[in-house]
């Protein structure tokens, strides 16, 4: 089952294995794949392919970590190991820092290996035309119409299967392309993308001067929001006991919370087509352009499920609104430069 976890494309049960993270205490040095493959006891073949997906980290120090298994460490001797690392390699923290491996690396002893051995797919990414995403491309920047289902950026254990890398391999680039700004992996729209850092670093400048980057979306509701400014707070990355990490909505501030502010400027009744209604959405629905007015993570999702209109096919915010928790999920989301209303980028 385990070739399942790197097969490409994903098959029906990469899904399924669920999440799997060990971590190694190099007792004996070599290449990385082989220093996994005989700790977890899992062919070379498919460790190297671990590394090839970008779900192998690793340090020369063992980092702190308090309470956590590491194979092949007597935790009674771990503050050593540490502290005899440290004093080999020199007092630089980064060594302790575990970073993603780019290569098979060599791997001396007492080195601290992560390996997330069953990684996160996103099938869509071998489904769609990566080249007939690109909007614009620039020698400084690509501009994409992100597909739903693929994150923009890489996830901790997963390097291939994102925007950054499926784009540049599109465009015949040989390293991943440069984040700019990120939307939620299941949104579609408009994504700009950096080849270099100058530009990447003058484009953060640019979203951070008020008004001059406009950001619409078109999000897809049961019953139809107010139009006009909705202003609340959030805490972001809110942790309860048996949910998902999440956005809280709060109708006025908290502790720790920010505050979020977003425009309907228009709701119109639409009609779904039969691939929508076969999933059970209703129609007609209702569809809102909406101006978002500050970035906090999942805020359209979190903001209208809030206001008791969860986007349709929300797997995450429409039950946490039905169970009377504040938050949201599913936009299609356009970044524009101008007032001009943007194009609906529907991924049906």
Same mark, same amino acid.
């Given at each position: 089952?385990? *070739?399942?976890?790197? %097969?490409? =494309?994903?098959?029906?049960?990469?899904?399924?294995?669920?999440?799997?993270?060990?971590?190694?205490?190099?007792?004996?040095?070599?290449?990385?794949?082989?220093?996994?493959?005989? !700790?977890?006891?899992?062919?070379?073949?498919?460790?190297?392919?671990?590394?090839?997906?970008?779900?192998?980290?690793?340090?020369?120090? =063992?980092?702190?970590?308090?309470?956590?298994?590491?194979?092949?460490?007597?935790?009674?001797?771990?503050?050593?190991?540490?502290?005899?690392?440290? #004093?080999?390699?020199?007092?630089?923290?980064?060594?302790?820092?575990?970073?993603?491996?780019?290569?098979?690396?060599?791997?001396?002893?007492?080195?601290?290996?992560?390996?997330?051995?069953?990684?996160?797919?996103?099938?869509?990414?071998?489904?769609?035309?990566?080249?007939?995403?690109?909007?614009? %491309?620039?020698?400084?920047?690509?501009?994409?119409?992100?597909?739903?289902?693929?994150?923009?950026?890489?996830?901790?254990?997963?390097?291939?299967?994102?925007?950054?890398?499926?784009?540049?391999?599109?465009?015949?680039?040989?390293?991943?392309?440069?984040?700019?700004? +990120?939307?939620?992996?299941?949104?579609?729209?408009?994504?700009? *993308?950096? +080849?270099?850092?100058?530009?990447?670093? #003058?484009?953060?400048?640019?979203?951070?001067? =008020?008004?001059?980057?406009?950001?619409?979306?078109?999000?897809?509701?049961?019953?139809?929001?107010?139009?006009?400014?909705?202003?609340?707070?959030?805490?972001?990355?809110?942790?309860?006991?048996?949910?998902?990490?999440?956005?809280?909505?709060?109708?006025? !501030?908290?502790?720790?919370?920010?505050?979020?502010?977003?425009?309907?400027?228009?709701?119109?009744?639409?009609?779904? %087509?039969?691939?929508?209604?076969?999933?059970?959405?209703?129609?007609?629905?209702?569809?809102?352009?909406?101006?978002?007015?500050?970035?906090?993570?999942?805020?359209?999702?979190?903001?209208?499920?809030?206001?008791?209109?969860?986007?349709?096919?929300?797997?995450?915010?429409?039950?946490?609104?039905?169970?009377?928790?504040?938050?949201? +999920?599913?936009?299609?989301?356009?970044?524009?430069?101008?007032?001009?209303?943007?194009?609906?980028?529907?991924?049906?």
């Amino acid at each position: 089952m385990y *070739l399942h976890a790197v %097969a490409v =494309p994903p098959t029906q049960h990469s899904a399924s294995l669920g999440p799997r993270v060990e971590h190694i205490l190099v007792s004996d040095p070599g290449k990385l794949s082989e220093v996994i493959a005989t !700790a977890l006891d899992l062919p070379q073949d498919f460790t190297k392919e671990l590394i090839r997906f970008g779900a192998v980290h690793w340090c020369p120090v =063992p980092p702190v970590r308090p309470g956590a298994a590491i194979e092949g460490q007597d935790p009674q001797e771990g503050g050593l190991t540490r502290r005899n690392g440290i #004093a080999r390699i020199n007092r630089n923290p980064g060594h302790s820092q575990p970073q993603r491996a780019r290569a098979d690396v060599h791997v001396d002893t007492n080195a601290y290996v992560r390996v997330h051995v069953h990684p996160k797919r996103f099938p869509n990414a071998y489904k769609v035309d990566w080249k007939a995403r690109i909007v614009h %491309a620039a020698q400084e920047f690509v501009v994409i119409n992100k597909p739903p289902g693929v994150p923009v950026v890489p996830t901790v254990d997963n390097i291939l299967e994102s925007c950054l890398a499926c784009t540049a391999q599109a465009i015949g680039e040989s390293s991943p392309l440069l984040s700019t700004h +990120r939307l939620d992996t299941c949104t579609e729209g408009l994504v700009v *993308l950096g +080849r270099k850092r100058e530009f990447v670093a #003058a484009f953060n400048e640019l979203l951070r001067l =008020p008004g001059a980057v406009q950001k619409f979306y078109r999000a897809l509701t049961k019953s139809p929001p107010p139009t006009g400014a909705l202003v609340h707070y959030v805490t972001v990355g809110k942790r309860e006991k048996g949910l998902p990490a999440h956005t809280e909505v709060h109708g006025s !501030a908290v502790e720790g919370s920010q505050r979020c502010e977003l425009e309907v400027l228009s709701v119109h009744c639409t009609e779904l %087509a039969p691939c929508a209604t076969a999933l059970g959405w209703p129609s007609p629905a209702f569809e809102s352009l909406i101006l978002l007015k500050t970035g906090r993570t999942h805020q359209i999702r979190a903001q209208l499920a809030a206001e008791g209109h969860p986007l349709l096919g929300d797997t995450m915010y429409e039950p946490l609104a039905s169970q009377g928790h504040s938050s949201t +999920r599913t936009s299609q989301g356009v970044e524009e430069t101008s007032e001009k209303d943007p194009q609906c980028l529907c991924g049906c």
